[in-house]
């Protein structure tokens, strides 16, 4: 480990640029992480605040996906679950003399979903004839659905709302993990649940996908330098192994230098995004979410895929001849 940190050091010049690219990779795989799940909350906090433990909506037809925004549930097909059953729709609300989209969400005032709502739920709310609501302001939006700011009424206003489409709810969320359903219904966990919402699957999947990418990138990056650098140190290698250096030793060496670059390079980047993020936050102006999940968990992947990539480079160092490596070096 000595000569690995001393070697870094009189070559610090070229660890510094290595240690920017794996900054910047950093910082990209970071703020991607932050965005991720700041649009995903945008796209089911509400879903993800309601209490139980399946969900149940009406089967789609045959080849087609399952989609909350089109389940619509009969009076028959809720009997006895009136409690937990939500209704989930789109209106306007009008504020200040202008309007503004937003989700509404159903529920029953006095049932065990009403906890979802946070204290935020309008008891008071009216439906004008044009469908636009009345009695909500600003203040009154308490979570997202669907990259909008959502709305909770009871369940008697939500199916008088045009979208509502005279169902009588769109879903039910029930406690039970696998309860008997209904006629025409299919019943889902909350992890599939949440990938019905919307485009929230191709979402999470195309950002996550890039995420992946990102950290293959590391690994790559990591992996030629370490295998560039070891070429060069060959001579040096070659010593200590004719020395008596056991094969551990040359593998720790260079491992050891990986790991400089991906801690200190990689945890700068994570500090920049992090920073960054805070003031995203601060703004509003782009959904972001920062947490130990967004920043740290992102940055330790990146040091496993680095130390992955930069185990690659460690197959030089296993099959170094001491005598061939000399006889080179002269």
Known sequence: MFVALRDAWFARGRFAVMGLVVA???????????????????????????????????????????????????????????????????????????????????????????????????????????????????????????????????????????MATGSAATALVLPEADPKAPAGTTVMDRGEALQAVGSYASEQGSLNLIRGLLLVVSAVVVSAFLTVWTIQRTGDLAVMRALGARRRTLVTDVLTQGLLLLVVGGGFGALVAAALGAWVVTTGAVPFELSVLTTVVPWLLLVAAGLVGGALAVRRVLTIDPALALEGAR
């Not at 659905?145 to 939500?158: K, R, Y």
């Open 24 to 162: 910047l990779v950093s910082l990209l795989v970071v703020a991607l992480s932050g965005l991720t799940a700041g649009l995903g909350a945008q796209s089911v906090s509400a879903v993800k605040a309601l209490p139980g433990e399946s969900v149940v909506v009406a089967s789609p037809s045959n080849g087609e996906k399952v989609e909350l925004s089109r389940s619509q549930l009969s009076a028959e097909q809720v009997a006895g679950n009136e409690q937990h059953a939500v209704g989930m729709a789109t209106a306007r609300i009008a504020t200040d003399g202008s309007t503004e989209t937003v989700s509404v969400i159903g529920i029953d005032p006095d049932g065990p979903l009403s906890e979802a709502a946070g204290g935020h739920l309008v008891r008071d709310a009216k439906v004008n004839r044009d469908g636009t609501l009345t009695g909500v302001g600003k203040d009154d939006e308490y979570l997202d659905l669907n990259h909008l700011p959502a709305v909770w009424l009871p369940m008697d206003t939500w199916q008088q709302l045009p």
